[in-house]
């Protein structure tokens, strides 16, 4: 069966309908494309598209992303979470760290064996991934990765195969730089490009709503039913200008505002900073003094002992949005997705902000909002307001076709059409615009900048790029969120 997608007609995007079938259907694989049919963690559906890979997304209890890979021959289908803000693939976690629930979607989301595939090949090396919550022991393997329900497969793709882990429920595909810029080898998103998969080195996310409890990852391509209007580019700031020094995913926010279902628009004063994109955070980080006056105005006064901040879960049925705004465009985030809401009795909900002085991330309590495109051609980040009106990938044949892609659900609020920079709507008079009061926060210690030269001369990973995993939510609240500071491969 198959879905039209809508395109602006100047745009080059290659005209073949994207396939929709069950693992019973046979697809016709045109030359040069790549159908790729996934399995969700709750429901099982196969998509494919021309020249760009698409993967569904699965939202694990309001928390993390997965995808699934199938390592090795035989393939061995294996989740992994996916995460901007990291650069490596590692598979296989230790089930015996975590507990409850988590053991079983650990148990559940697939085992690597190298001893059962004829194409593995160990490198002999071995690395720890420490993170603010747990770590993992890997040995780093080659072996091929096919793309389920495709006759593509990657073949000599390196990545990690854990022999201990802490605290960690499922493997990480990390989809940040990679080789000569943070790993020393192709990751992932290199060798889609190397070994043709696609045409550009970009994908595009979009994680979906918490009702709709999935998204869509294409690689190499856009899906136009999942945003509305144009695409915004934003430059990524390079590691030498960035605040942690290292090479990942950082943009200028221009603004942070509120929007009360009524009343008076408010701007936060000293919102202005820098963030970074990183869809393994389940949370977002800000200053502390933003973070508290954000939570004064969703009713919260303090913390609680782990940092979070207890809210009303009557605020997911308001109207109300937090606006993040950027140059060009504003990302207006709706009460229920920045809320973290957990199923006890009664119901717990919390801001899905935390204060940070050393990181400001925009996590899944922002991304979920956002339409994101990561191009790693330009050093570009090309962003709009999320939506959902169908489902239509289609591969890009040139990074430049995305200057004219227009989305298809219409022309979202935050897209500025007048001007290079745009601000929240008000919806009010300027006279009536609220300024909320904060002090500009200072960045903690910075991690040194390391540089392709750098890694190319040093025999191992420089340890100030070792993996930071903090802020989530965890003990009695079962979640966990994910902030990387991770640079170079062995």
Known sequence: MAVSFLVSASVLLLALFCHHATALQQITHDQGCVHLPIVHSTNVEHFSNKRGIQLQLANRSDVAYYAQLS?????????????????????????????????????????YDSTKSSTATSLGTTRTLRYGIGAANISYFTDTISLAGSPMALRDVQFGVATATEDAFSGILGIGYGKGIATRYLNFVDQLREQNATRVKAYTLALGSKDSREGVIVFGGVDTSKFAGKLAKLPILPAARSPDGVPRFWVDMESLSITPPSGVNAVYEGSAMPVFLDSGSTMTLLPENLTSAVARDFGADAPDANGFYMIDCALTTMNGTLDFAFNGMTVKVPYKELTREVASTPPSCFLGIMASEKFTLLGDTFLRSAYTVFDLETDSIWMSQASNCGSSPA???????????????????????????????????????RVVPTSTASFGPQTSVVTPQDQAASPTPDSSGSSLRAAGLIGSLGMVGAVHLFVGGV
């Open 71 to 111: 390592l090795g021959t035989p393939p061995q289908p294996v989740f992994v979470q996916l995460d901007t803000g990291s650069f490596e693939l590692w598979v296989n976690p230790d089930c015996t760290t975590v507990s409850g629930s988590d053991t079983v979607f650990c148990e559940r989301a697939g085992h």
């Open 395 to 433: 591969a890009l044949s040139n990074i430049q076709d995305l200057s004219a892609v227009v989305g298809a659900c219409g022309q979202p609020e935050g897209i500025d059409t007048t001007s290079t920079t745009q601000f929240p709507s008000t919806g009010v008079d300027d006279n009536e615009l």
